[in-house]
């Protein structure tokens, strides 16, 4: 039986070229610590589905809240930067991946629709053509690095409002976006 879900991946960009070009042990802590660091940012009880290398995919079976959305987004975003920006701060070490972490940034697909699951060894997955989409968005037309992905799925008065709309053709058709910068968040940062 399929339920109705919000699909939620916060997604690290600048990730693999600052694996490749970095010191692994720096670069994989650094990850890490930003991984959880999302996870502990979660506010609005979505369950995390699975950790996907630079990629969060996280969950919530129910109906749409677009406030509490963006507050998650918000909440998120603001805890990744200030993270960021302490770690340019307080840095002792010099190496590549010490000196590059301020090029990670941050983005945000979100999608909704209806979700199954499948068992795997007593783990249950969200499954459908619903997580492929959400998925198959994290490549897209969006040409800044800081956004908000919403799909007219999940809000269509973001849709009508929002400054900019795109349309993208994948294999399984046309799907309708919305996105936002985050850009204006960079400005409620802490002071470090």
């Known amino acids: 039986m399929a339920d109705k879900a919000l699909l939620f991946i916060p997604d690290i960009s600048g990730f693999t070229e600052f694996v490749q070009h970095t010191a692994i ?3 994989r802590l650094i990850i890490s610590e930003l991984q959880e660091l999302l996870i502990d940012n979660n506010i609005t009880g979505l369950q995390l589905a699975e950790i996907e290398g630079d990629a969060l995919f996280f969950y919530r079976i129910g109906e749409v809240d677009i406030k509490q959305i963006r507050d998650q987004v ?6 990744f930067h200030t993270y960021l920006q302490r770690y340019e701060y307080e840095k002792i070490c ?4 010490c000196s590059s972490v301020y090029n990670l940034s941050l983005k945000f697909i979100i999608h909704y629709g209806d979700i199954e699951f499948i068992s795997v060894k007593d783990t249950n997955k969200p499954y459908g053509s619903n997580v492929i989409k959400v998925h198959r968005l994290l490549k897209n037309d969006v040409p800044i690095s800081e956004y908000t992905l919403f799909t007219e799925d999940v809000d269509q008065e973001t849709l009508k409002t929002a ?17 936002e910068s985050l850009s204006d968040y960079k400005t ?3 002071e470090i």
Not at 74 to 79: N, V
Not at 94 to 97: D, G, I, S, T, Y
């Open 94 to 97: 010099q190496c590549c991946v």
């Open 188 to 190: 409620e940062l802490p």
């Open 25 to 27: 042990q720096h670069s």
């Open 74 to 79: 918000k909440r998120m975003y603001i805890a």
């Open 163 to 179: 400054e900019y709309n795109l349309q993208t053709n994948y294999d399984f058709g046309n799907i309708n976006y919305a996105y």
